[in-house]
């Protein structure tokens, strides 16, 4: 069964400074991994997805890497602002086991929580 | 396009109530998925459908857990009876073809559950 872990869970900056993000998941055999952005009480926004076939994705100030055989996938953001504060969750679509079982929707981590201080 | 519709945004019932969810996808989208999200357990899928047609509902936790996809246009999550263990965020999520694996899924605001 896939496993998503994030670190760190939660972490504090001040505002300029470049971070990353971190996301690691168990089963290498995935059809892609999005990162989206969950503000307090609302729903989750897509930032990024990458192709399992794929190495990076840029948008804007966010670059998601993605190394599949090693489980890994990180998110950089660059000049980081006080609007960049949310929850940041790391998804895998994994592909789906011959036999059965396993759902094919996304497997979530629980998330890095971020803040960034003015 | 309006996204991913959800109603209700917020529920407060009692325990024992039935309890039902509303989704709109986005139009066009072949996908439609169900989660939950609670903070001991994080985001979870629940179940999705294809065309109208549920294909995994595994995550769906117990009996008391209902989903149904009576047209492109519309999907319905009923629990029935709730408890207090229902209580999170259900989000509703969609995503198109071409290729189940290449598209992002679009998630709605959710809907947040009390049962009291």
């Known amino acids: 069964k896939q496993e998503v872990t994030q670190i760190p869970a939660a972490l504090s900056v001040p505002e300029g400074e470049n971070l990353v993000l971190n996301c690691s998941f168990t089963d290498s055999a995935i059809y892609n991994l999005q990162w989206f952005r969950q503000d307090p009480g609302k729903g989750l926004t897509s930032l990024l997805l990458?192709?399992?076939?794929?190495r990076e994705q840029t948008s804007g100030r966010l670059n998601a890497s993605l190394d599949k055989s090693s489980g890994r996938s990180t998110l950089y953001i660059a000049a980081s602002q006080p609007g960049d504060s949310a929850t940041y969750l790391c998804a895998v679509f994994t592909v789906p086991q011959i036999g059965g079982g396993g759902a094919d929707g996304l497997t979530f981590g629980k998330g890095t929580h971020l803040i960034i201080q003015p | 396009d309006a996204g991913v519709i959800q109603s209700p945004r917020h529920e407060v019932t009692e325990m024992g109530q039935e309890v039902t969810l509303r989704c709109k996808p986005i139009?066009?989208?072949?996908?439609l998925f169900w989660y939950r999200q609670t903070m001991m357990r994080g985001l979870e899928l629940l179940i999705y459908f294809n065309n109208n047609v549920p294909i995994d509902d595994s995550g769906m936790p117990e009996d008391r857990f209902s989903a149904k996809m009576p047209n492109a246009s519309f999907s319905t999550l009923k629990i029935q009876p709730s408890e207090p263990r229902d209580s999170a965020v259900y989000f509703c999520?969609?995503?198109?073809?071409?290729?189940?694996?290449?598209?992002?899924?679009?998630f709605g605001p959710g809907t947040r559950l009390t049962v009291l």
């Open positions: 999520a969609s995503k198109g073809v071409p290729g189940l694996a290449g598209v992002e899924q679009f």
């Open positions: 139009s066009g989208h072949d996908y």
């Open positions: 990458i192709q399992s076939s794929q």
